[in-house]
């Protein structure tokens, strides 16, 4: 597609329940990253895929979190046992190899934890 | 470890006002700098990167960087904001080693009609 899909755009889910967001980078981008976005704070780092290397995995918040991309392209961000903490928007966003042009944005899910 | 620093978490303007929102960044390797901008309800977009050469960036919507590495600083500026600039700016900053982008915290301008 032209940009890089994420679903669902909204869930809410009851805490404790698992959870699977979705991202649909740019095709051919070997790059893909996982960032969340808690109200009033900034976009914490959660986890880089480049290519066929080791992702890094550093700024998973804890073992409940976990990620993976399938075939070099799709990923999908899950997360068990949800707390009431998790609720943030999840961006996906994929570059070129990372000396390219610069980032693309999805649009981001909602994820309400109740 | 990479950190981003933005120093106005909030910062409230005039039509017309001057613009200058501060970013600091921690790593000394080489990198390169970005500023996104999220107007509200909307997906972060790229304002202007830097990757290297003039570090004097110009950006869309009459937006402008200047990298200077001797401060580790990349503050966005504009001349004369408009009320459709009221939107959250983020500043970025990867490595070359990792290539994992880093942001700052944030600063949401509100410009007064």
């Known amino acids: 597609g032209a940009g890089v899909s994420q679903s669902p755009s909204n869930k809410v889910t009851e805490k404790g329940k698992d959870v699977e967001l979705r991202c649909d980078p740019i095709?051919?981008?070997?790059?893909l990253y996982w960032y969340r976005q808690s109200l009033g704070q900034g976009l914490e780092f959660l986890i880089y895929?480049?290519?066929?290397?080791?992702?890094?995995k550093s700024g998973l918040p804890s073992d409940r979190f976990s990620a993976e991309r399938t075939g070099g392209s799709v990923s999908t961000l899950t997360i068990q046992r949800t707390q009431q903490e998790d609720s943030a928007v999840y961006l996906c966003?994929?570059?070129?190899?990372?000396?390219?042009?610069?980032?693309?944005f999805g649009s981001g899910t909602r994820l309400t934890v109740v | 470890a990479q950190s981003v620093s933005q120093h106005n978490h909030h910062v409230i303007l005039s039509e017309a006002a001057s613009l200058e929102l501060g970013c600091n960044y921690s790593?000394?390797?080489?990198?390169?700098l970005f500023w996104y901008v999220q107007y509200p309800g909307q997906h972060l977009q790229l304002l202007l990167k830097?990757?290297?050469?003039?570090?004097l960036v110009k950006g869309i919507k009459g937006f402008e960087a200047e990298f200077i590495k001797s401060k580790f600083s990349f503050n966005l500026r504009k001349p004369s904001v408009q009320w459709s600039d009221t939107a959250e700016y983020f500043c970025?900053?990867?490595?070359?080693?990792?290539?994992?982008?880093?942001f700052g915290q944030g600063t949401t301008l509100q410009v007064k009609p």
């Open positions: 970025a900053v990867n490595n070359h080693n990792t290539g994992k982008l880093i």
């Open positions: 895929f480049q290519g066929n290397s080791a992702p890094d």
């Open positions: 790593y000394g390797g080489t990198v390169n």
């Open positions: 095709s051919g981008h070997t790059a």
């Open positions: 830097y990757f290297s050469g003039d570090p």
């Open positions: 966003a994929s570059s070129p190899p990372f000396e390219g042009s610069g980032y693309t």
